[in-house]
């Protein structure tokens, strides 16, 4: 079936590091969404991306489209506490009005 | 304004009983969408309704069950529970229907199932 493939699972940074999760869809998608989960919390819209090959950036966190439409990166650079929580990659199918989710990366601050 | 809100906020049912959950979506929006979260798992499509009217089911058996009111308002049944059901209900709410639309997420209902 349809799939939105988000790795790695976890990703273990010492504060001020980088971070960066990857999604990959088996087809074309016609957008792709990221969201931010806090522990205990719901998905929160963080972004959307819509063209081949787009790029957007907000104030750390780079989000990019790849030119097939079917992969995307969120890339954080020097990671703050505040940071904490689960990043999650949607995206519609061109032929479904369904949004797809990854499974979602987990940024985890080490002490 | 409010967000989208959820109740009840945590709910325990046994085997086989069913359940009715709750969502109030932001004043204006008029799409309403189900998800499934179970831990450590992306939100999974159950429903969305638009104008009281069902605009798409994901891949979910018929023991699940909404209906959107005229108020926008929606309620999700799910009857004969099953353990497996035992997860996070989350209700999203947009201005239409549209793919580019954002989802806004209320907090949730915490279903356990015993």
């Known amino acids: 079936g349809q799939q939105v493939m988000q790795i790695p699972q976890y990703q273990h940074v010492q504060e001020g590091e980088d971070f960066t999760t990857y999604c990959n869809s088996s087809t074309t998608l016609s957008n792709i969404q990221w969201y931010k989960q806090r522990p205990g919390g719901h998905p929160v819209f963080l972004i959307q991306l819509v063209k081949s090959g787009e790029v957007k950036k907000q104030k750390r966190l780079t989000f990019q489209f790849g030119e097939a439409k079917k992969n995307s990166s969120l890339h954080i650079t020097a990671t703050q506490t505040t940071d904490v929580g689960t990043y999650f990659c949607?995206?519609?199918?061109?032929?479904?009005?369904?949004?797809?989710w990854g499974a979602g990366t987990k940024l985890i601050i080490k002490p | 304004d409010a967000g989208v809100t959820q109740s009840p906020t945590h709910l325990i049912k046994t085997r086989g009983q069913h359940v009715t959950l709750r969502c109030s979506p932001i004043?204006?929006?008029?799409?309403v969408s189900w998800y499934q979260q179970v831990l450590g798992q992306g939100p999974q499509f159950i429903f969305q309704y638009y104008e009281k009217e069902e605009r798409g089911r994901g891949n979910f058996p018929d023991r699940f069950s909404a209906r959107q009111f005229p108020n926008y308002s929606s309620e999700l049944n799910v009857n004969a529970l099953l353990l497996g059901d035992s997860a996070l209900y989350l209700c999203?709410?947009?201005?239409?229907?549209?793919?580019?639309?954002?989802?806004?997420f209320g907090d949730g209902t915490r279903l356990s199932i015993l």
């Open positions: 004043s204006g929006h008029k799409s």
């Open positions: 999203a709410s947009s201005l239409v229907p549209d793919r580019n639309q954002p989802q806004h």
């Open positions: 949607a995206g519609h199918m061109d032929s479904n009005y369904q949004l797809i």
